[in-house]
């Protein structure tokens, strides 16, 4: 594995029952998805809804042709902070047996620049704060807890 150089695409309709695996694939995840086999139709409008909005992009993580990992990258411009563009990283997953082996560091360096690229002035996400891991990962990646996030839930 170390020294096996993955790649990043956008991604395409017959990814996503491989995207909902990896996002079912932990035990929040596994709460929330439904892994079918077939993606249900909320999943293709959602990732529809992805695809037809210029500032949102699915992006999967590839290892010899097979997908390792997600997440969802979304432009948020804004008029705070001098009309700055955000760049928003959400939804990530990398495999869990993948976990540990630098892959979501590489996956996140590549959002990172992709979000440069396009002219963001900052890189934000949001984590569940019982995702201790996850947070240690993102501020080895930089990242500071500098916000408290608030959800209203429907």
Avoid at 114 to 126: A, F, I, M
Wanted: hydrophobic letters at 35%; charged letters at 30%; proline letters at 4%.
């Amino acid at each position: 594995m170390p020294g096996t150089e993955i790649s990043f695409r956008d991604a395409r309709r017959d990814d996503l029952d491989d995207i909902i695996e990896l996002l079912a694939d932990d035990p929040m995840g596994a709460k929330r998805e439904t892994v079918s086999g077939v993606p249900g139709p909320q999943y293709r409008a959602a990732f529809d809804a992805i695809q037809a909005d210029p500032n949102n992009r699915l992006i999967v993580a590839l290892l010899d042709e097979e997908i390792i990992g997600c997440l969802q990258l979304t432009l948020i411009p804004g008029l705070s902070r001098s009309g700055a563009t955000r760049g928003q990283i959400e939804s990530v997953r990398i495999a869990s047996h993948l976990r540990g082996k630098g892959y979501g560091y590489d996956f996140f360096k590549w959002a990172i620049d992709e979000c440069r690229t396009q002219g963001c002035q900052l890189v934000q996400l949001t984590t569940d704060k019982s995702r201790k891991n996850a947070h240690r990962f993102y501020e080895r990646l930089g990242f500071e807890a500098t916000h408290d996030g608030m959800k209203l839930s429907f």
